[in-house]
Structure formats: structure tokens, C-alpha cells
């Protein structure tokens, strides 16, 4: 059953994500890559589905994840993290031989980024289901989906098979696109991509990639692409504007804007991770969707003014205190 909200309520169970748990190490100065030495700081805990997950549990929401770390200090830290921050991490598998994942991160004079990650051939990448997994997702009412993690072929079964648990007893999915065209025209990943947005009740997309989930083409316009998406059983998209703030467009036909909050950047990653667990916790908390745009864009924000990727997630009091004391755009879509 959902309730208004089209998600799950809250007490079906956990917002549950299935995913890579990093640690983030970071340049402290801007530059072109790690040819050279360079000064660097952390590590910090971190991994898309784990940024997500913290947030929807620093808000508020149940939260829950599944993922594997190594038996080492970067995956005590995030451990640590999660559980400090609400999360359920009975899901989470310590590897007895392989380290966890890692991420360095050094930002362009521009703002764009260069990565060096070692994920795959890490505890990350040794994720499988297994005892720890199935009373996690039998109890869990909602699943998030991260579009770049639908190439990964364990991580592809695990959430397929998940999403029919939750599914089945009620509960309902969200789907962070996040994808590449050219992955979505890959035939084996643009086939579990369009399942995907076929199963999802909210998706939160940037950018094309409304049009990327709708299958056309950025010409068809932004009122085409929602069509299709609701056609196909899409119930709500949060569409994700940067600086021009976000909208929430709901099947019925209704639309929501919330303005972006001004705020001087420090560390861009993971703020569209604590847009979504912020959203999608409001969301299931039954928050209208004028509320949940609000916290989420707070959440957001909030995080970039931080170093590290999960740094600024924000409980509901501070992203309250950071409302009330932070300025907002007034550049509209």
C-alpha cells in the first residue's frame, strides 16, 4: 500500500540501498589530476548509495544498507558512520581478505573532477547476496536504485531481486538515473535500465536525464518526457536544477518548484545523494511535496559547504536552522 506520497510509509520499513561503501581521499588543491604529489585529506566515508543512506537516516527516515568492506579502518569508519547516523548495517558484509573500496578525488580549476577508484577489484566488488541480505530486504519498504550501477552484474541480480521482495509486500522503489546515454544504449544495461524505470514510482533525474528514463529526445520538451514517464507507471519525478532549484511534477498533472539556497561551494560531492535520501525520507515521512523539495534542496546545499561527501548531511533540525538562516535564488526553470 502507499499512502499520499505514492512511497511507502515509513513504517512499511527501511529506505534499504545496495551498493559500493568507499573511502574518500581528497586534494586539497585544485589541479589536473595525481601525476604529482599533491597534499591530501581524509579519508572520508563515501560511495553513492552510502551518501544517499546517510542522509534519509540523518532526516529522520528508517534507512538501511547492503554492501561489503574490508576488515580494515576505512570500513570500521563507515560502519561507524552509518550505524551513528540511524542506518541499519546488519546488511553490510566485512571481507576477510580484501581491502575496502577507495576513491581519490582532485577538483579541475573548473570543477570538474578526476577520480582514481579502486571499487571493482575491491570489497565492493565482492558483493553477492547471501544470509546477511535477505532479512534486510524482507523487512525493507523501499528501495533506491542507482543508475550507474546497473552495468555491475552481481549488484544487477541483487537489486532485481530485492525490488521484487519490496515490491511484493507493498513497498515501492525510487531511481536516481545517473546514467550516460551511451551506457543506456549498451543493450544489456539499457535493458535493465528501462526495466528499472518501468518498476519505479519516483524517479530524480538531472538534466537529459528525464529524457534519457523517457527514451527521447531533448527536443520532444520536458512536458513530453514526464508524459511518457507516467504512462509507463511513473507516479512522481523530482527534477534535480542545480542552481535553478528543483520541481516536483506528480502524474495528476500538478507541478511544485522550490527555489535553490545560495551558498558558497566547497565540495560538490554527493550533493544530488543528499537531495535524494532527504527527498525520498521527507517523502515517506508523508511531507507534501513543497516540504520535501525544501529539505532536500537544504540537504544539498548544505553538504557542498562541507569537505567530503557525506560530511554536510544534515539532521532535520540542522537543515531547519540551515533554512532559516540561508538565503535562496530566485532563478526559476
Not at 525520498?280 to 544539498?300: D, E, F, H, I, K
Amino acid at each position: 500500500m502507499t499512502n499520499e506520497t505514492n512511497l511507502a510509509p515509513d513504517a512499511l520499513g527501511p529506505t534499504l540501498c545496495i551498493g559500493e561503501i568507499l573511502a574518500e581521499i581528497v586534494a586539497t588543491t585544485a589541479g589536473e589530476g595525481f601525476l604529482d604529489p599533491v597534499p591530501l585529506i581524509g579519508p572520508y566515508p563515501s560511495g553513492a548509495p552510502a551518501i544517499f543512506v546517510d542522509q534519509a537516516g540523518r532526516i529522520g527516515g528508517a534507512a538501511a544498507m547492503v554492501g561489503s568492506v574490508g576488515n580494515d579502518d576505512f570500513g570500521r569508519a563507515n560502519i561507524a558512520r552509518l550505524k551513528g547516523d540511524g542506518v541499519d548495517v546488519s546488511g553490510i558484509r566485512t571481507d576477510p581478505v580484501l581491502p575496502t573500496g577507495t576513491a581519490f578525488v582532485r577538483y579541475r580549476p573548473d570543477g570538474a573532477r578526476d577520480f582514481v577508484f579502486n571499487m571493482w577489484t575491491s570489497a565492493a566488488g565482492a558483493l553477492a547476496w547471501d544470509d546477511r541480505v535477505e532479512p534486510v530486504c524482507a523487512r525493507a519498504g523501499h528501495l533506491h536504485v542507482m543508475g550507474t550501477l546497473l552495468g555491475h552484474q552481481s549488484i544487477w541480480e541483487m537489486t532485481e531481486r530485492a525490488a521484487a521482495m519490496i515490491k511484493a509486500r507493498g513497498g515501492t522503489i525510487s531511481l536516481d538515473p545517473n546514467m550516460r546515454k551511451e551506457l543506456r544504449g549498451d543493450g544489456e544495461t539499457g535493458r535493465r535500465f528501462a526495466r528499472m524505470v518501468g518498476m519505479a514510482d519516483l524517479l530524480l533525474p538531472s538534466g537529459d536525464e528525464l529524457y534519457l528514463a523517457a527514451d527521447l529526445p531533448v527536443e520532444a520538451g520536458e512536458e513530453a518526457a514526464l508524459e511518457r514517464l507516467f504512462q509507463s507507471g511513473v507516479k512522481e519525478v523530482a527534477i534535480k536544477r542545480g542552481a535553478d532549484g528543483a520541481t516536483c511534477a506528480l502524474a495528476d498533472g500538478s507541478r511544485t518548484h522550490s527555489p535553490a539556497f545560495a551558498v558558497t561551494e566547497m565540495d560538490p560531492t554527493g550533493a544530488g545523494d543528499c537531495f535524494g535520501g532527504a527527498y525520498v525520507a521527507c517523502r515517506r515521512l508523508g511531507m507534501t511535496p513543497s516540504q520535501a523539495l525544501t529539505y532536500a534542496n537544504a540537504a544539498g546545499a548544505r553538504n557542498v559547504t562541507f569537505r567530503g561527501p557525506m560530511e554536510g548531511a544534515g539532521t532535520r533540525d540542522e537543515l531547519d536552522q540551515f533554512i532559516s538562516e540561508t538565503k535562496r535564488l530566485t532563478r526559476c526553470p
